[in-house]
């Protein structure tokens, strides 16, 4: 792919011909093609994370305590390490391409580009490509979550944790705090992104974590767009 040997993957690969302008701009600049190299590196690393998500996933979402060769609380547990450590290179990829971005646009454009902050950075882009909209708001609460639940718990009430797979859609992590009531009802909602959604355990309050797969389709198609639009620019 585009005349370096750079590792690749199904993200990349999809970056193909946006990658070709960037290389072919950043010969006129010194530090772009080492950005260009580095990012690179953190797409194929949150590709393999999300592949390891997807699979333990879809065993979680099958499984049949009878027929499994695992405890389930073996598999529940490799699913939210999964899921957390695929939040954590989100945010780590995320940073990468505030640098990526950071080095390849004109300076007209970055004067007000923030580097130090994802949020921010996640901020500027929704200031800047307002049809991206839908999918930053994703990525913000992906980051928020990451930042609450995964790497800065100490800074808020603790949890506890449960997975939840519904009979329809990917399954999720659900972080709560415990109470002595008896369980709710279902209803007619086990969608866990319904407004109305209730988990199936005695709760004070709850957080559902992000859909991954969305989250991920969202980034794809931001990184896209921003690297059209700046390659233009």
Known sequence: MNGLNLPTSQFVDSLDKEYERLLKASKKKGGALMAVQRFNEYLVRLDRRYEELEHVQM????????????PLAFIQMDFMD????????????????????????????????????VQKFIEYLQERFPKLKKELELLEKARA????????IQQHTLHDWMTY?????????????PS???????GDFTDPFNPTFKPPVGHKSFYVSPP???????????VKDTLSATNKS
């Open 59 to 70: 065993e979680i979402s099958t499984a049949a305590p009878s027929k499994m060769k695992d």
């Open 82 to 117: 999964r899921l957390e450590i695929f939040y954590q290179g989100l945010y780590s990829t995320l940073s990468a391409f505030a640098m990526l971005i950071n080095n390849i646009a004109p300076h007209s454009e970055k004067r007000d580009l923030p580097i130090g902050s």
């Open 145 to 152: 979550f990451r930042a609450k639940f995964v790497d800065h």
């Open 165 to 177: 797979s519904p009979a329809v859609g990917e399954a999720v992590v659900i972080y709560f705090i």
């Open 180 to 186: 002595n009531n008896s369980y709710p009802d279902y």
């Open 212 to 222: 991954f797969k969305k989250v991920f389709k969202s980034l794809k198609k931001v």
